[in-house]
């Protein structure tokens, strides 16, 4: 549907999203990659997730595993929206607008972040 190609060493994509943000699109490519079969090496996991950010843990012994917490920026989510439901509200109410100068900036910062 368009002359856009984008290079890329995988053959077998399953998935291509096109995600638009304050300033540009970011393009995700998603595929399948076969698992490596790994003999005495050292291995890390990692669990991404909302409440729990991230959880990280390894074979390696006496490392305890790790966790970063993503209330935070749960947080910081939730404020951004709040923000920038009344921002629209507003405008919607008093200007009719759809979009403002400080309502890009407020997206700017957020994304940017």
């Known amino acids: ?12 994509i399953i998935e291509t999203r096109i995600i638009p943000k304050s300033s540009c699109y970011i393009i995700e490519i998603v595929y399948e990659k076969q698992e490596e079969i790994t003999n005495n090496q050292q291995i890390a996991g990692v669990d991404l997730g909302v ?4 959880a990280v ?30 921002l629209q509200s507003q405008l919607k109410t008093n200007h009719n607008k759809n979009n403002s100068h400080r309502l890009k900036k407020l997206t700017h910062i957020h994304v940017g972040s």
Not at 1 to 12: A, D, G, L, R, V
Not at 58 to 80: D, E, H, M, V, W
């Open 1 to 12: 549907m368009s002359e856009i190609k984008i290079p890329t060493s995988q053959t077998e």
């Open 51 to 54: 409440n729990n950010l991230m």
């Open 57 to 86: 843990t390894t074979n390696q012994t006496g490392i305890s595993p790790l966790l970063i917490k993503g209330r935070p920026l749960k947080a910081i989510n939730t404020f951004y929206n709040k923000q920038r439901s009344y």
